[in-house]
């Protein structure tokens, strides 16, 4: 499945760097999503953008931040990041924000961070 | 908010049936979906449920009851491929909604 594509795969960084995140979706999609994936934790939403805007914050660190410069591209940019935001980050598109029908979501394979 | 419930883990064989249970808690109800993550691997969609019965799909099935806040994924004629985690997830809302998740039950299948 190539449709939502994430680089890197695997991420080590020290808490002083700056990094970024890179999804890419290729099924002309108008939404997309990053999510945090912890150990022994539900999936957490961080941000939702739809046709470019971001419309839901869920309280994520400034020291995470979104960009979606197209309707198929999201970064997620990170810096001074602490060890506890060590997880697997999963992008995901949809056709649209809406709420009908089984509009479901399509996951990259998510970026394996590692903080140091 | 919500409140999603499934359990952690579950073990079976190859061959059998197993169920896997998900109890939530939510006003404006609007949708439940399942969906498989293999280790290391992106979630990918199982199914959805927004009335009330089961949804049949090749080997899975999903069930929902809203009056119950309760719905079950159920796998049919285990295979060894299917050791995955199964991951419930809640719509809730109408406009624009997003989905929330629970922990997962990480199903285990041996021979």
């Known amino acids: 499945e190539t449709g939502v594509t994430q680089t890197p795969r695997h991420l080590v960084m020290g808490m002083t760097n700056k990094k970024s995140l890179k999804c890419e979706q290729h099924?002309?999609?108008?939404?997309m999503y990053w999510y945090k994936q912890s150990a022994k934790k539900p999936l957490e939403l961080m941000f939702v953008y739809s046709l470019e805007e971001r419309v839901e914050n869920n309280s994520v660190p400034s020291r995470f931040s979104p960009e979606c410069p197209n309707s198929s591209h999201l970064f997620l940019h990170l810096h001074t990041l602490q060890p506890e935001d060590s997880a697997l980050y999963l992008c995901?598109?949809?056709?649209?924000?809406?709420?009908?029908?089984?509009?479901?979501?399509?996951f990259g394979p998510g970026t394996r961070l590692t903080v140091l | 908010g919500q409140n999603i419930d499934q359990p952690t883990e579950m073990t079976a064989t190859e061959g059998a049936i197993v169920q896997i249970n998900c109890t939530y808690q939510?006003?404006?109800?609007?949708?439940l979906f399942w969906y498989q993550q293999h280790a290391g691997e992106a979630p990918t969609f199982l199914s959805y449920?927004?009335?009330?019965g089961l949804e049949e799909k090749g080997r899975f099935s999903s069930f929902l009851s809203r009056s119950k806040g309760y719905s079950y994924l159920l796998l049919k004629e285990l295979q060894m491929k299917d050791s995955a985690s199964y991951l419930c997830?809640?719509?809730?809302?109408?406009?624009?909604?997003?989905?929330?998740f629970g922990k997962g039950t990480m199903l285990l299948v041996s021979p």
């Open positions: 449920n927004v009335l009330d």
């Open positions: 995901a598109s949809s056709q649209d924000l809406g709420s009908l029908g089984a509009d479901t979501q399509y």
């Open positions: 099924l002309g999609h108008n939404a």
């Open positions: 939510t006003s404006g109800f609007n949708g």
């Open positions: 997830a809640v719509r809730e809302g109408s406009g624009y909604s997003t989905l929330t």
